[in-house]
């Protein structure tokens, strides 16, 4: 087993840039985001041309994420992008789910990515600080950005490596025209983006350029991996009969993008037959759909499309009136609501399946955003995330299917109607499976 976790000192010093670039740089790269992120992994799938895994240690479970990287990062390079600073996660403890934390569980080493500009020997004490905080994480490498010459880099790396023994492995100079750009969920998902595989060559030559790509390699092999029993992970992964051959319609487009790649794979690895539908098409659901999964995305983009294709709709409808099982996810919530209220005050018509009408906001719901703590209808514990910029009327009678709980507060979310559910958590199915369970056992035949 061989890999580095990409890291930063905060957010937007140029780590999901840097990261995609030495993913499509160096050869044979098994791609992996830490944490709830789902457009990161689109860059990352662009430029490798791989699938790339979610490794989030909150809603999956150390020895999860330990088992996930091994199987997929198996004989080649797992370079694993991290998220925000590399400390930065729930509360000031050290395990926390960062990306230190998933460092630590993986035994990988960081490749800490430092906004250089403006800076000198206080880009040394940044670096410094962050090996001292927790000795256990293995810093094998920096990785200066926003540097304005050979010279300086130069001079930047000699503080850094004088003052904490650290090795720097290459620059990025200041280049705005590589810059993949960001929007309210992060980054522009990738499809959206013009000339994204011109961007894509540009940076892959630049860390061709600029990065020791050689020596990048050479400290991925200095991975402490323990590697996990192969039959342990065979025995709980092992496909239920319940499922093998159940018939699961998947909404999948633009509008309906956000699937961790490991919940799409579960379900045919437990046996069931995946075929894809497109609400934008005004494509009906598949014929003989046994469940219909409708994952998240962004619904509020193209609510007048979605709005016209009455097929979609339609066929949607008739399945839930026959008591098909329905599981729509956040996007997929909002879509099966009643209505869609923009923020310019126009009011478009979804499904009508659920009774919620939701209201899009100018700013993120920070009141539900993050990690959160969810008990199923049922009595199901599982954990799950949140993060949209929307919100649904509440009231009193109508039939909830989650209880949310974050730290202090406590609340009910979600909707069922029938054998249609609801709600705005995002659940990764490895280390949920009995939330994952109670919901596509429904449609046991």
């Keep these: 087993m061989k890999g580095i976790v990409i890291s930063g000192t905060r957010s937007g010093v140029g780590k999901t840039t840097i990261s995609t670039a030495i993913m499509g740089a160096l050869e044979d790269v098994a791609p992996f985001k830490t944490g709830p992120d789902y457009i990161d992994p689109r860059f990352h799938e662009f430029i490798t041309g791989r699938n790339s895994y979610n490794l989030d240690i909150f809603m999956c479970g150390e020895e999860n994420v330990r088992r996930l990287f091994q199987e997929k990062a198996r004989d080649r390079i797992g370079v694993v992008e991290g998220v925000m600073g590399l400390y930065d996660g729930l509360g000031h403890f050290l395990d926390n789910g960062s990306t230190a934390h ?56 000699e503080g850094v490596e004088q003052y904490t023994g650290i090795e720097c492995v290459g620059y990025f100079p200041n280049n705005p025209d590589i810059n993949l750009g960001s929007r309210h969920l992060g980054l522009k998902q990738a499809e959206e983006m013009e000339e994204l595989s011109e961007t894509l060559d540009k940076l892959r030559a630049m860390a061709r350029e600029y990065i020791d790509l050689e020596r990048l390699t050479q400290i991925a092999e200095e991975t402490s991996l ?88 339609e066929s949607l409808r008739r399945c839930h009136e026959r008591g098909v099982p329905i599981y729509g996810e956040c996007g997929g919530y909002m879509y099966l609501a009643h209505e869609i209220k923009l923020l310019d005050g126009s009011i478009h018509k979804m499904c ?94």
């Design 352 to 445: 009508g399946i659920l009774e919620g009408r939701i209201e899009m906001r100018n700013r993120l719901n920070i009141r539900r955003f993050g990690y959160i703590d969810i008990l199923t209808e049922e009595g199901v514990k599982g954990r799950a995330h949140e993060f949209h910029y929307s919100g649904v009327d509440e009231t009193e009678d109508r039939r909830y299917y989650f209880d949310a709980m974050k730290r202090d507060r406590a609340w009910k979310c979600g909707e069922r109607i029938g054998n249609t559910i609801g709600g705005y958590p995002h659940i990764h199915f490895l280390g949920n499976e009995e939330v994952f369970n109670k919901l596509f056992s429904r449609g046991k035949r």
């Design 226 to 313: 323990v590697n996990v029993e192969e039959e342990t992970k065979k025995s709980e992964r092992r496909s239920e009969d319940m499922y093998r051959g159940m018939k699961v319609a998947v909404a999948r487009d633009e509008a309906f993008s956000f699937y961790y790649r490991y919940n799409l794979e579960l379900l045919e690895e437990k046996g069931m037959v995946v075929e894809y539908f497109s609400p934008l098409a005004n494509e009906e659901v598949p014929e003989g759909a046994e469940f219909i999964y409708i994952g998240g995305g962004y619904p509020e983009n193209f609510v007048e499309r979605l709005s016209k294709n009455t097929r979609t709709m």
């Design 102 to 157: 998933l460092s630590r569980v993986l035994g990988l080493p960081v490749i800490l990515v430092v906004d250089a500009k403006g800076g000198s020997t206080s880009v040394a004490a940044q670096v410094l600080g962050h090996k001292n905080l927790d000795p256990q994480v293995r810093i094998g490498g920096v990785i200066l950005n926003n540097v304005g010459s050979e010279k300086l880099y130069r001079m930047l790396a």
